[in-house]
T-cell receptor
């Protein structure tokens, strides 16, 4: 069965430094991958997705993600972190069971950006 | 567009009472999802609908939970009777079915924070 793993419960980074939030996936077919962000007391917000094409995907708020098929990874990155980026980040993969929009979410990674 | 609308935003009730959570998806979206989020269990998919029809309810914890979608613009999640362990944030999300290789993201509502005393 398809799945995603977020190996870090929390990532700490200083403001202005580059950040990476890791995600690895497991699928039997072509992966459809997503990143979402959740700010405190809010719902999840879509950041970006990979369906096909360029391995570097650009998304909202200056975030990007790199799809790496050989390493089965889809890490989220940003060149320069902001304190306002502090939030909970979820990686997700499309459920392969039929024609469906169902997503399988990871456990989330808390990003803390220190001023 | 106003986005996905959920009501109430907060609900405090006593054990044994019936709770009804409401969701209005984004107009034109044909998929609707109900999730539950807790610290212990993270984000769990409870049930989802396509064109108002329940497709997968395997995440519904037990018979006390039920969900309906009487039309394309409204869905409810009901808990009867409620228990303290049902305390969580419940999210509704909607999306537009993809065509061919297209696949569209889910849009989440602000959530309903449920506390069962």
């Amino acid at each position: 069965a398809q799945s995603v793993a977020q190996p870090e419960d929390q990532v700490n980074v200083a403001e202005g430094n580059p950040l990476t939030v890791k995600c690895t996936y497991s699928v039997s077919g072509n992966p459809y991958l997503f990143w979402y962000v959740q700010y405190p007391n809010r719902g999840l917000q879509f950041l970006l997705k990979y369906i096909t094409g360029d391995n570097l995907v650009k998304g909202s708020y200056g975030f990007e993600a790199e799809f790496n098929k050989s390493q089965t990874s889809f890490h989220l990155k940003k060149p320069s972190a902001l304190v306002s980026d502090s939030a909970l980040y979820f990686c997700a993969v499309r459920d392969e069971g039929g024609a469906t929009n169902k997503l399988i979410f990871g456990t989330g990674t808390l990003l803390a950006v220190q001023p | 567009d106003a986005g996905v609308i959920q009501s109430p935003r907060h609900e405090v009730t006593e054990m044994g009472q019936e709770v009804t959570l409401r969701c209005k998806p984004i107009s034109g979206h044909d998929y609707l999802f109900w999730y539950r989020q807790t610290m212990m269990r993270g984000l769990e998919l409870l049930i989802y609908f396509n064109n108002n029809v329940p497709i997968d309810d395997s995440g519904m914890p037990e018979d006390r939970f039920s969900a309906k979608m009487p039309n394309a613009s409204f869905s409810t999640l009901k808990i009867q009777p409620s228990e303290p362990r049902d305390s969580a944030v419940y999210f509704c999300a909607s999306s537009l079915g993809g065509q061919g290789f297209g696949f569209n993201e889910q849009f989440f509502g602000p959530g309903t924070r449920l506390t069962v005393l």
